[in-house]
């Protein structure tokens, strides 16, 4: 295919998501994400992720997959949250009645045009330390490590747009 001036030119670009400024990171999440999970050494999940518009500017988060535990077991899988916006960054809440706070983010330069984030929440003796990368190519990172006497694991999560903002 050529363009006006007869140069060769190539398929559009799939749905790249550029951040902006840490203010309008939240304003671009929207939309339908593939996500692929690892968490080590128990189990990997694919599937979708939907951050759909709710009330009072808020997200409703919700993510369905296909789990694969490491013994070849296989389970549907479903997690919901709230996202809200917050100064430099947003609030990630609990689905529950009424909505409980996980952790807050607070969004900073990274190297290489990326936005970083991290937060921390305990959970009974366990404690989940989160770290979130927006990539300039417009993906995005969640990692949780998770350390405590009944919990000790590490859990990647990355997002990929699927399809615009609804």
Request: proline share 7%.
């Amino acid at each position: 295919m050529n363009d006006a001036n007869g140069q060769a030119s190539h398929p559009s670009a799939p749905d790249v998501r550029p951040w902006g400024h840490r203010e309008q990171v939240f304003n671009h999440l929207p939309g339908r994400w593939l996500l692929e999970r690892s968490i080590e050494g128990i189990a990997t999940m694919q599937g979708h992720a939907l951050f759909a518009p709710a009330e009072g500017g808020r997200l409703h988060y919700r993510e369905d997959g296909r789990l694969v535990l490491a013994n070849g077991s296989e389970f549907d899988s479903a997690r919901e949250y709230i996202y809200a916006p917050r100064e430099h960054g947003f609030r990630v809440l609990f689905q529950e009645n009424p909505p409980r706070l996980f952790h807050e983010i607070a969004l900073t330069a990274g190297q290489g045009g990326e936005w970083i984030g991290q937060a921390d929440h305990p959970c009974g003796e366990d404690h989940y330390r989160t770290f979130y990368r927006f990539l300039p190519d417009g993906r995005f990172v969640i990692r949780h490590v998770v350390t405590g006497p009944r919990k000790g694991y590490t859990m990647v999560t990355t997002y990929r747009a699927s399809s615009p903002a609804v």
